[in-house]
């Protein structure tokens, strides 16, 4: 009797070393924005961001989970460190740092300008004065379509709402990250156009929670392994290869 109660303290002892070997994080991530993050046909989680998750998993001691939020949700659950972090092709903002931390950047972004193809009147981001623009609620997209004067702002909680009401005449533009407006439009949706210049330049970082320092370390130093590696430009391929 006595020696099966010994074997049982051996195993915990077993599981014990194995969690300090791998750290199992969740990472929060509005998964509606192709193509950092979306769900395919098969309903399995693909993109940019998921790409480099698993490679970050190979060459660190973490076992980082994706799980879907609202965008607008991530920063309030970092800052209470419900989740380890977020990867949601979020830019790096001077407001967000007051609240988080970020990564080294991985990615260099702007805000592009789109309307329907047959558009003539809208040029650029400066002609949306008193237009209606559809954007997503809590990103940049949303402040910077806020700056316009006499613009009606209408804020949707993925973009994909603001990009059918683009199609169907409800917004007459949408401010939104380039990348994904521009492989929303690739993907068929030709009758969408983007117009003028980048009206930011932008990048991209993973946010941390400023409660977790060392989980900032350990990405910070696999997103280096990974430049270095080749990995990373891998991946930049696959997904943005012109
Ligand atoms: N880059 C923009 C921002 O940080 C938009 C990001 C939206 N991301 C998403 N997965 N919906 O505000």
Redesign the pocket.
């Known amino acids: 009797c006595g020696g099966g109660e010994k074997t049982g303290e051996t195993t915990g002892e077993g599981e014990q070393q194995a969690t300090t070997e791998t750290q199992n994080l969740v990472f929060g ?5 192709a193509p ?2 979306s769900y395919d046909a098969n309903g399995k989680l693909e993109g940019f961001d998921v790409d480099l998750i698993d490679a970050i998993n190979e060459v660190s001691g973490l076992n980082i989970e994706m799980k879907t939020y609202d ?1 607008k949700g991530l920063i309030p659950a970092l800052e209470t460190a419900t989740i380890d972090g977020a990867i ?4 790096i903002t001077e407001e967000r740092k007051q609240k988080v931390d970020f990564t080294v950047p991985y990615y260099k ?1 702007g805000l592009a300008t789109a309307v329907k193809a047959d558009n003539q009147d809208i040029q650029g981001y400066d002609d949306l004065d008193g237009k209606k623009i559809g954007v ?1 609620t ?4 949303e402040l910077e379509a806020s700056k316009v004067p006499n613009a009606e702002v209408v804020s949707f909680d ?2 994909d709402g603001a990009f059918m009401d683009l199609t169907n005449g409800a917004v007459d533009a949408v401010v939104n ?1 380039f990348p994904v407006t521009a492989y929303y439009i690739a993907q068929g949706n030709d009758q969408v156009k983007i117009v003028g210049d980048l009206q930011t330049s ?1 990048y ?1 970082g993973i946010a941390i929670p400023k409660q977790k320092p060392e989980v900032l370390e350990k990405v910070n130093a696999a997103l280096e392994t990974l430049k270095e590696n080749g990995k990373y430009a891998e991946i930049y391929k696959k997904w943005f290869s012109v």
């Open positions: 991530s509005d998964t509606s924005y950092f993050e965008f949601s092709a979020m830019t972004s997503q809590g990103t940049t997209g993925t973009i990250d932008e991209y």
